[in-house]
């Protein structure tokens, strides 16, 4: 995926938050406490809140929550870090984002290359598609080819989803 065709498919925080709600409740809101599929927003847009009582986030649980800086800037960091074909620095990251502080951009450079790492396969559930070959390298038949990056992003953003394990 070239840079403009990432940037207008995520352009706003609502687009970056439907691709997450898309990867992670494809046939609709489950409640992760009663399994309910009811909910409705809360305030934030980015809360859910079920049946139950419980409130949850498209974000909970992933290298997002309890971030101060936009899905936006999220979607671009992990975009940059995964198309570095020659790897992702700091350094890079920072100005690329136009980070005044290097320790921010490398937390997050750590936080990403976590996410990219595969984490197991009891972390994994739900995400049926990841494939290593998609992570910093080629496809099978050697090609960078249309949609590799879009894989891949995909699927280091279906892997923030188990970073800390706690969905
Ligand atoms: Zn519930």
Redesign the pocket.
Same mark, same amino acid.
């Given at each position: 995926m070239a840079f403009d065709e990432f940037t207008t498919k995520f352009a706003t925080e609502e687009q970056c938050r439907d691709y997450l709600y898309q990867l992670r409740w494809p046939e609709g809101f489950v =409640?992760p406490? =009663?399994?309910?599929g009811k909910a409705w927003n809360v305030g934030d847009v980015l809360f859910e809140r079920?049946? =139950?009582g419980?409130q949850t986030s498209v974000i909970a649980g992933t290298i997002f929550q309890d971030t101060r800086k936009s899905l936006k800037t999220w979607f671009t960091a992990i975009w940059w870090v995964t198309t570095q074909k020659t790897g992702a620095s700091a350094v890079g990251l920072k100005n690329v984002l136009g980070f005044g502080s290097y320790q921010t951009a490398w937390t997050w450079l750590h936080k990403i290359r976590t996410a990219m790492v595969n984490p197991g396969r009891s972390k994994l559930k739900g995400v049926m598609e990841v494939d290593e070959c998609y992570i910093g390298g080629e496809e099978n038949d050697g090609k960078r080819g249309r949609g590799t990056e879009n894989k891949t992003l995909r699927i280091v953003l279906s892997r923030t989803f188990f970073w800390v394990g706690k969905l």
């Open positions: =409640c406490k =009663c399994e309910h079920a049946n =139950c419980r």
